[in-house]
């Protein structure tokens, strides 16, 4: 699975939109881009994921560059609830096993 | 909405004991997983499941380590001889099908603490 950077930290005032960035330059054509976090070690809570196009859910937005190198989440409305570390992930589409490989992810302080 | 399930939410033990850890998988998820995370590090893969087998291991999960599905509902953990390096936060993760789109969920996770 291609490996993704993330800043360690971030922050963002509550209301605002949060962007958190994600690099994955060795990306093949068949990985996808996933995002989970994680609040205060609970268990990790799917967020999105896509491949080539943007997607928005409920809880936020993927954009994901046109050369598929990188990628934002973007929350639209940061509450103090959305603190918690972010991982970007990306999994080969084709594997069965579908494990998981975290790395240290974004740490998200939103502030009031 | 359905969820993953972990019981004990904390467990202790002295080291050298054999402890279980179980989990509920969501209804009609084929794929199971167990992740560790210990305190301050990331979260690591431990092993996945399939038709009751193991379809993948990490080296971090050796002989010490075993899992089950003993019935249609329970997915269990079992770590033999405890060690102190052990103790983490154990998730368990359910997965409807092999689908790459398909959405893997995850428990709230079993604090263990080996003294």
């Known amino acids: 699975d291609a490996k993704t950077t993330q800043p360690t930290s971030m922050d963002c005032a509550e209301g605002r939109a949060a962007n958190l960035p994600c690099n994955h330059s060795t990306i093949s054509g068949n990985e996808y881009v996933y995002w989970y976090r994680q609040i205060h070690s609970q268990g990790p809570q799917y967020i999105i994921h896509?491949?080539?196009n943007n997607e928005t859910n409920e809880m936020a937005s993927l954009i994901i560059t046109e050369d598929r190198k990188s990628s934002t989440l973007i929350l639209p409305h940061a509450t103090l609830r959305d603190t918690a570390v972010y991982y970007c992930i990306v999994r080969v589409g084709s594997s069965n096993t579908g494990k998981l490989i975290f790395g240290q992810g974004t740490t998200l302080q939103v502030k009031p | 909405e359905p969820e993953v399930t972990q019981t004990p939410s904390h467990q202790v033990t002295q080291m050298g004991q054999e402890v279980i850890l179980r989990c509920v998988p969501i209804?009609?998820?084929?794929?199971f997983y167990w992740y560790r995370q210990i305190l301050g590090q990331k979260v690591e893969f431990l092993v996945s499941?399939?038709?009751?087998?193991?379809?993948?291991k990490s080296e971090i999960f050796d002989d010490q380590f075993s899992v089950e599905r003993p019935d249609g509902s329970n997915f269990t953990l079992k770590i033999r001889s405890t060690k102190l390096e052990d103790s983490a936060m154990y998730f368990c993760?359910?997965?409807?099908?092999?689908?790459?789109?398909?959405?893997?969920?995850f428990g709230p996770g079993t604090r263990l603490t080996v003294l």
């Open positions: 209804s009609n998820h084929l794929y």
């Open positions: 993760a359910s997965r409807a099908s092999g689908a790459i789109t398909d959405t893997q969920y």
């Open positions: 499941f399939y038709n009751n087998e193991i379809s993948e």
């Open positions: 896509g491949l080539k």
